[in-house]
């Protein structure tokens, strides 16, 4: 938006972070005309997808492919090329982005290597942001897109013992020769998410180590890439689609079940191959995908250990009275959700677990959106771009909240219905359903238009941010 009277008309707004997210929340403010500014702490866009990212956020190894198709991947409103393969590189993804931040034009509103490093509320409702430079600037909404996959969680507490051999967080992984040198080495990887089975594939070959443990704490579903020719998500619309009708239809659990029957005719049950049973349905707990996993474990690459229940020395011992002599451990222990721009009082998440309405806003702060901060089944991109469109909607007064009374009541309504479906741990606190939470997403934004259309679609959030800055400076 131009300056002078035209940058009064709306809400002047803040983006924290460029990745994939925060670029999503980018084109839809754009599309809509409101003025805004992304900082961004690395050199380019792309956030986690950026391979050795020089803000040391990336969690990105070598190696690394999307685990969910290209297709079901991609913005609604920008494919991925058709020549990308079904599960794009790392490499694609981060071309892919740039792509996409160039083709709707709004590459100028980012400041690069800037990072936000405070961001304070103030009486008036308008938000102060502290910039690295140590320059404040004003803004009348913060949207924050800092992602959550880049402060490793270590285990707490750890095993009792002293391990004397290598100790990293997966977060820090690039190959097997960096940053550490595990070439011939003998490997103990504890966790099994899909970054511990893309580990421990990739380790388990014998050119690059002497063997390889996997450290398995409970049982979990194991999900193919492939399903015969189709992708594992074939049977899912685009998180920007409605769901099949069916699939609101029939119950979830019996939806799941009947995944989990295919599953298994196809490709075995975890047990069948020497893992842990499950002890929960499917659908409880976030599938691990790997469509390598059972074959290293056939061919005796990969051996299943149980829980670590001591150290001493480089001897690691298992909850099942065995042990290995090992040389490093890699923890695959997830991520914290922190947000080192704010205090505790504004936004926090002890132990990862943080309720939100639409798992978006705090209802105390009107002016406050944080966006893909979630655990999907699907990819992230389309997620944050269902959010943004609400976002742009409210900020433009097309769209708007119901009262804080009710948001607060809906949202522990929907944080409740996480913790009773989904196994309880910190990988589940903020999972969603894909099509079904972008669905509900897509009927509350027309829920909202009646309600603003009927109030006569006023601002809800005023554009006073660019006026005081004037103010200010006269």
């Known amino acids: 938006m131009a300056d002078g009277s035209a940058a009064f008309a709306l809400p002047r707004v803040c983006v924290i972070g460029a990745g994939s997210s925060g670029i999503a929340t980018c084109k839809q403010l754009h599309a809509a005309g409101i003025p805004f500014d992304c900082f961004e702490a690395s050199d380019r866009v792309g956030g986690n997808w950026v391979f050795q990212n020089r803000n040391g956020m990336s969690s990105a190894y070598r190696s690394l492919h999307i685990n969910t198709s290209r297709d079901k991947m991609a913005y609604s409103d920008f494919p991925m090329p058709a020549d990308y393969p079904d599960y794009p590189h790392h490499s694609h993804i981060a071309t892919y982005f740039d792509s996409y931040v160039d083709h709707f034009g709004f590459r100028d509103r980012i400041t690069f290597q800037c990072a936000v490093t405070w961001a304070k509320r103030r009486e008036d409702g ?16 913060l949207c924050v897109a800092n992602g959550h996959h880049w402060d490793p969680r270590w285990p707490e507490p750890k095993p009792p013992g002293h391990f004397t051999g290598l100790e990293m967080h997966s977060h820090y992984y690039i190959d097997p020769a960096t940053p550490h040198d595990l070439r011939g080495k003998k490997v103990v990887i504890v966790g099994f998410g899909n970054s511990a089975l893309d580990l421990a594939c990739e380790l388990g070959r014998r050119e690059n180590t002497d063997g390889v443990y996997l450290s398995v704490r409970r049982g979990y579903w194991v999900v193919p890439r492939y399903f015969g020719s189709d992708v594992l998500d074939f049977f899912n619309n685009h998180p920007s689609q409605d769901p099949p009708l069916m699939a609101r239809l029939l119950p979830g659990k019996m939806v799941a079940k009947a995944i989990e029957k295919k599953i298994a005719a196809v490709h075995g049950r975890p047990e069948d191959h020497g893992l842990p049973k499950p002890d929960h349905d499917f659908g409880a707990s976030h599938p691990a995908i790997s469509h390598e996993l059972y074959n290293r474990i056939g061919s005796g690459d990969v051996a299943i250990k149980p829980d670590i229940e001591r150290f001493d020395g480089k001897q690691v011992f298992f909850k ?29 998440a002890p132990d990862n677990d943080i309720a939100l309405w639409k798992r978006m806003v705090d209802p105390r702060f009107d002016n406050l959106f944080m966006v893909a ?79 603003a259309k009927a109030a006569g679609n006023p601002l809800p959030i005023q554009p006073r941010a660019a006026k005081v800055l004037r103010v200010a400076a006269e």
């Open 373 to 451: 901060l979630v655990q999907p089944l699907c990819a992230m991109m389309p997620i944050a771009e269902e959010q943004s469109k609400l976002i742009a909607a409210y900020l433009t007064g097309r769209y708007a909240m119901p009262d804080a009374e009710t948001m607060a009541r809906e949202r522990d309504e929907m944080h409740q219905a996480v913790k009773s479906h989904y196994v309880a741990s910190a990988r589940h606190t903020i999972q969603i359903n894909c099509g079904e939470y972008a669905f509900d997403l897509r009927k509350e934004l027309k829920r909202g238009v009646k309600r």
């Open 126 to 141: 308008i938000w102060e942001i502290t910039l690295e430079t140590g320059e404040k600037r004003l803004y009348d909404a």
């Open 320 to 348: 099942d009275g065995t042990s290995v002599e090992a040389d490093a451990v890699i923890w695959c222990t997830g991520y914290k959700i922190t947000f080192p721009f704010f205090d505790s009082l504004t936004i926090d």
